[in-house]
């Protein structure tokens, strides 16, 4: 257990379908990311929200679309995914947005397979 | 703009040292460290936040240059529970965040 949860832990979809991945953060933390982890690639960043309000959109398709209720709470939702979108989505949270000083938690990851 | 990591795989036996390398073409205004093991969340090593500055966790420890823009992470005496993919994350100021660029990982093996 890591204070990130994400569920679900696997996820496979068709190209049609509509689902959302769910993260969750109980340490108090300010600031929630959603990364891309995709084999042989770095990290890439998607969504930043510093005290629940969106502060990046990494040029995301529109077919991701990220929705924060609460700082505790972090949404992606997903639809008319393509193959391509197949990969580890990973969720975060860091401390205090304002300062640099502070580490990432991360969640162990969505594995989605779109087909 | 994301860092390069080098080198990209490294197997080591254990007992024996690594170093892994970070650089950026842009300022570096902290450098964080992650270690990801198969299936599993990356975790949090250590953060340097100024130039100079070194860090330690267990025999693993990072040394951070701010004007040549790199970070190096040591790992001495290795065992077997250091494996795993190694991230480097360099920060940049975003309104009222930082947004943390990685690199694309260094695949670390310790064998018996």
């Known amino acids: 257990e890591t204070g990130v949860t994400q569920t679900p832990r696997h996820l496979v979809m068709g190209m049609t379908n509509k689902k959302s991945l769910k993260c969750e953060q109980h340490l108090g933390h300010n600031a929630m990311y959603w990364y891309k982890q995709s084999a042989k690639k770095p990290l890439e960043l998607m969504f930043v929200y510093s005290l629940e309000e969106r502060v990046e959109n990494n040029s995301v398709p529109s077919r991701f679309s990220p929705e924060c209720p609460n700082s505790s709470h972090l949404f992606l939702h997903l639809h008319t995914l393509q193959p391509e979108d197949s990969a580890l989505y990973l969720c975060a949270s860091s401390q205090d947005p304002t300062r640099g000083g502070y580490g990432y938690t991360f969640g162990s990851g969505t594995r989605l397979t779109v087909v | 703009q994301q860092p390069v990591q080098s080198p990209q795989a490294v197997i080591l036996r254990e007992g024996e040292d690594a170093v892994i390398n970070c650089s950026s073409s842009k300022a570096l205004y902290s450098v964080h460290w992650y270690r990801q093991k198969h299936g599993e969340a990356p975790v949090f090593l250590m953060i340097?936040?100024?130039?100079?500055e070194q860090k330690g966790h267990e025999k693993i420890s990072a040394s951070f240059n701010e004007k040549k823009q790199q970070s190096s992470l040591y790992l001495t005496a290795s065992q077997l529970s250091y494996s795993g993919t190694y991230f480097c994350g360099t920060a940049a100021p975003l309104r009222n965040d930082y947004k943390l660029s990685f690199g694309a990982g260094t695949t670390v093996t310790v064998r018996a």
């Open positions: 340097l936040l100024k130039g100079g």
